[in-house]
Every structure is written in C-alpha cells, then in structure tokens.
C-alpha cells in the first residue's frame, strides 16, 4: 500500500525566510503524481505545486518549489520569503497515474502545521 | 476559473438522523471523489464515481454511505444514521485535475 509521512507535525519560521517541509512515500509504483496542499484556517484546500515522478526537473510555482528525489522517494517544499498568508497546515499527498485511466485516489500525509512569525 | 461548490458549508445533526452532502462538481470532468477529513487529522478517501456509478471506495465508505447523480449535475454523499465519528469535513474534488477541491461541509454530529 501507498503510504505518505510527513514528520515534521509542526513547523516555524520567520517573516522572509525560507523554510523546508519534508515528505517521503512509500510506493512500488514508477508513474506517479506528488502534489503539496495548502490548507489555512479556513479548511479549504488549495493546491500549491504539482510534480509528475517522469521529469526530472523540480517543479517551482513562484515562492514554492521542490526537491525531488525519486530514488530516495523524497519530495520536500521548500517556500521562500515566507509571508503571513503562508502560515497554515502543509499537506503531501500522491496519486498513481495509470495510462488509460485518470481514477485513482490521492493519498495524503498527515500534514505539517506551518507558523510564519513577524 | 471554474470552481466546485459544496453545500450546505456546516451541518449540524443529532446521531442517527440522515444527512445528505452536495456538490455541485465542475460539469465536464469525468471523475469525482469524496474525501473526509476528522478534525486534526489527515484527509482520507471515501469513494470514486465514474459514469454515474461507483468506481473505487475505501474501507471507511461502509453501508452507511452512499453516493448518487440525481439530476445530471449535483453528486451527494448520503449518511443514513450518522454517528458521532462522522463529525468532519467532507470534500467533494473533480480529479485528475488536483486543484478542483470543492469548500467543503463541516459536519457536526451530536
């Protein structure tokens, strides 16, 4: 089975700083979807990044990028500058992605509660 | 952009009672999931629909649950005899395009 763990329950940083959530899974899959959620107060989730397990290259989404790494089944967040408005609970989430067929669920991980200090 | 809508936003029901959830999905995509996540907790998977009927469901999406199309547009999840573990939110999403998370529905059994 799928599995997503995020290990860091909680996290803090100042106003304009760069912060680091981590992610590791666990899957025997090789054609997959990672994807990072933002979730603020308001419980509405908002997706902020989107990798796919084929391309090499780490996805970037202005302040927000990632840090890939398939061998090791790591995929970290890293947010730059950090704003007031990025304070919230940091979801990693996976999905399959099968060739023919679009079905198939998201697993997430149980989320990262990020502070942004002024 | 287009969104998908979910409501009512909070429903408060007493255990036992029915509740019907409703999502008003984005209407050209094809799939369409309902996640549920308890309070402090992570979001779990209830179950898929694909071409008005169920394509996957997990371990939670138990009896109690069901799932329909009735007219073509809305998708509502339906909880016959609601227990107080059901109190979380729920969210509809059209997927495989991850950023069409509906609001969601806060559910409060008491």
């Known amino acids: 089975a799928q599995t997503v763990t995020q290990s860091q329950p909680e996290m803090s940083v100042q106003e304009a700083e760069t912060v680091t959530l981590s992610c590791t899974y666990d899957?025997?899959?090789?054609?997959?979807?990672l994807f990072w959620y933002k979730q603020p107060p308001s419980r509405q989730m908002i997706l902020v990044i989107r990798?796919?397990?084929?391309?090499?290259q780490n996805a970037t989404e202005n302040r927000f990028s990632v840090n890939f790494q398939k061998a090791a089944k790591s995929f970290s967040l890293k947010i730059s500058d950090s704003q007031l408005g990025d304070a919230a609970m940091y979801f990693c989430?996976?999905?399959?992605?099968?060739?023919?067929?679009?079905?198939?669920?998201?697993?997430f991980g149980k989320g990262t509660r990020l502070s942004v200090i002024a | 952009e287009p969104e998908v809508t979910q409501t009512p936003s909070h429903q408060v029901t007493q255990m036992g009672q029915e509740v019907i959830l409703r999502c008003v999905p984005i209407s050209n995509h094809l799939y369409f999931y309902w996640y549920r996540q308890i309070l402090g907790q992570k979001v779990e998977f209830l179950v898929s629909f694909y071409n008005n009927e169920i394509s996957e469901k997990s371990e939670i999406f138990d009896d109690q649950f069901s799932v329909e199309r009735p007219d073509g547009s809305n998708f509502t999840l339906k909880i016959r005899s609601t227990k107080l573990e059901d109190s979380a939110m729920y969210f509809c999403?059209?997927?495989?395009?991850?950023?069409?998370f509906g609001p969601g529905t806060r559910l409060t059994v008491t």
């Open positions: 990798q796919e397990a084929y391309k090499q």
């Open positions: 989430a996976y999905r399959i992605t099968h060739r023919n067929s679009g079905n198939t669920p998201l697993v």
């Open positions: 999403a059209n997927l495989p395009y991850e950023q069409y």
């Open positions: 899957t025997s899959e090789s054609d997959y979807y």
